[in-house]
């Protein structure tokens, strides 16, 4: 990015959030405050353009480095907007964690051990103030099946709930339990005998692997000291952590959304790789619309360039090879059968209906699993080596996933594809016949996305968060707000087969009330979103994130 450019940028976003304040909030600042701050700002920038240390930035980092700054020169201004975050978030925490009623706040160890009979009242409490997940009203986070398939694999986890998988040599169970499992997994999505790879306590964990082996990878065999990965902004936010844990810089591709496919810029993305490339990104699906990103095309890229080419099938891995048996066609390949494909990461303990938490992580060979692995000798405590961030390995997590796996079958999983699948393209057509909002893209699978539809007409625009307040207030549904654009996310399980014709008929009305009166835009969690979405620079809008996680884990 050429620094004139970057240079007006951020002075433009910076003016823009100084000027969204005086319309959100009852500014503090007279204008000839103002005038001074713009003037500062300026200076700011003109001191970042001439520095040697931002010759090498991007927008973004130029302009978390002038934001930073300015806090230094503006300490009451900046003391000003972390109270307004603050208030912000205790509201959004009181709403969010309502008092349970009959149930003390346990702050200190009880004097004596309670008694079973008290325990589990306590624990029935707990339980029965979240979401029945079997009702079939809550779209992501939990993967329920039935009740006889949950039994055997929890009773399969108790059996093994004790054991450590830290040491593979002292139980053996847990180890042969893991490369079968690997195993079937790598059959599963067409590898060959060359393919390995590990278990994960999931998606993330799997993704920081994979992301540490390529960094690792390339700095031995490339030289490369300032690894860079290209991947869509689609991709899951793991990446982003993967990132800022092991000091790779991502380059981020937009999606095409004028036509509203919602897929990755491949031009631009092919225009991303440079000298520092070590790996690029594909997600089958990814995770916010449910669209398969074009996984051929995308390694006929990183063959090109010989680059490796991880693909993020964390929640597609165990659905996806099942698609086409179940009846449905699958866009592209996605899994080892592409050239160029070099590991793949696919969690149990979604559509493999494991227990939380297992996934796994699969290389096209040893040549790049061995940089997943940590050894170190130098502990007087031991030879110490590890396959994966955890040190000790949860053994009812590894049985689990091997139960869910062998009871199900390909029968088994096929017959809960077709099913969901069924579900899912009832309520897409659903959706397209609501006038207002429309489906995203082409979803591939059991992920649906819709938003507001530009072309309905309606003025002022539907605000889709709004009718995810009323679809949840009104009848119980707990739909996924999302952003970028604002819209509602829907993952599909077992338990919601059969629920699409209450859901649309549910969803109708909540369009038409939200419709009925644009005062909802300014309530719930259409109120937080828009908030979030018009703050200009997203550092305000992460610390207000931080600062809710901080006081989310508070009594």
Same mark, same amino acid.
């Given at each position: ?70 806090? !230094?020169?503006?300490?009451? $201004?900046? /003391? ?7 208030? #912000? %978030?205790?509201?959004? @925490? ?117 992301? !540490?082996?390529?960094?690792? $990878?390339? /700095? ?7 690894? #860079? %990965?290209?991947?869509? @902004? ?322």
């Amino acid at each position: 990015m050429n620094k004139g450019v970057a240079t007006i940028l951020v002075a433009d976003e910076l003016i823009k959030y100084i000027r969204s304040l005086d319309d959100r909030i009852t500014i503090f600042l007279s204008n000839e405050s103002k005038i001074r701050i713009y003037e500062h700002i300026f200076a700011l920038i003109a001191l970042g353009y001439f520095a040697n240390k931002l010759s090498n930035l991007s927008v973004d980092q130029v302009k978390k480095t002038v934001w930073r700054w300015s806090k !230094k020169l503006f300490p009451s $201004y900046h /003391l000003k907007i972390a109270n307004e975050i603050g208030a #912000e %978030v205790d509201k959004v @925490i009181k709403d969010s964690f309502p008092p349970i009623q009959g149930l003390e706040e346990q702050r200190s160890l009880p004097q004596d051990g309670l008694s079973n009979k008290e325990v589990m009242r306590r624990l029935k409490l707990l339980h029965d103030s979240d979401v029945d997940i079997r009702k079939g009203q809550l779209f992501a986070y939990v993967y329920p099946t039935n009740e006889k398939h949950e039994k055997l694999v929890v009773d399969a986890q108790n059996m093994f709930i004790h054991l450590n998988a830290l040491n593979p040599t002292a139980f053996p169970s847990l180890r042969r339990m893991e490369v079968e499992v690997v195993q079937m997994a790598i059959n599963m999505l067409n590898g060959d005998s060359l393919c390995r790879g590990t278990m994960t306590s999931g998606g993330t964990e799997s993704i920081l692997m994979a992301m !540490k082996a390529y960094r690792d $990878y390339a /700095l031995e065999n490339r030289g490369i000291s300032k690894p #860079e %990965v290209v991947l869509p @902004i689609s991709a899951h936010p793991a990446f982003e952590k993967a990132a800022k844990y092991f000091g790779i810089k991502l380059r981020y591709i937009e999606l095409v959304t004028d036509d509203n496919s919602h897929r990755v810029n491949i031009e631009k993305m092919k225009r991303a790789i440079n000298r520092n490339t070590i790996l690029l990104v594909a997600s089958a699906p990814q995770y916010p619309h449910g669209i398969l990103d074009p996984v051929e095309e995308l390694a006929k890229i990183a063959k090109s360039y010989s680059l490796p080419l991880h693909v993020d099938a964390c929640i597609g891995g165990f659905f996806l090879p099942f698609l086409e048996s179940a009846g449905y066609k699958l866009p592209c390949l996605f899994d080892f059968r592409v050239d160029g494909v070099t590991s793949i990461s696919a969690d149990i303990h979604k559509y493999g209906y494991a227990t939380k938490g297992s996934s796994v992580i699969l290389f096209k060979s040893d040549d790049y699993r061995k940089y997943q692995f940590m050894a170190y000798t130098g502990w007087p405590g031991g030879i110490f080596v590890s396959p994966s961030v955890l040190g000790t390995r949860a053994g009812g997590n590894i049985a689990a996933a091997w139960t869910s796996i062998v009871s199900l079958g390909h029968k088994g999983f096929q017959s809960n594809v077709a099913n969901i699948m069924k579900t899912s393209k009832a309520i897409q057509e659903g959706i397209k016949s609501i006038k207002g909002i429309q489906v995203i893209g082409n979803p591939v699978m059991s992920i649906i996305a819709f938003c507001a539809s530009p072309s309905s007409g309606a003025d002022p625009l539907l605000n889709i968060h709004a009718v995810a307040d009323v679809m949840q207030s009104k009848y119980g549904w707990k739909l996924e707000r999302q952003h970028k654009p604002s819209c509602i996310h829907m993952t599909l399980t077992p338990s919601h087969v059969g629920i699409e014709s209450t859901f649309i008929g549910h969803l109708q009305d909540a369009v038409q009330v939200v419709l009925g009166d644009p005062s909802l835009a300014n309530k719930g969690s259409a109120a937080m979103y828009n908030g979030i979405s018009n703050i200009p620079l997203t550092q305000i809008a992460d610390d207000f994130l931080i600062d809710f996680m901080a006081k989310t884990y508070t009594l």
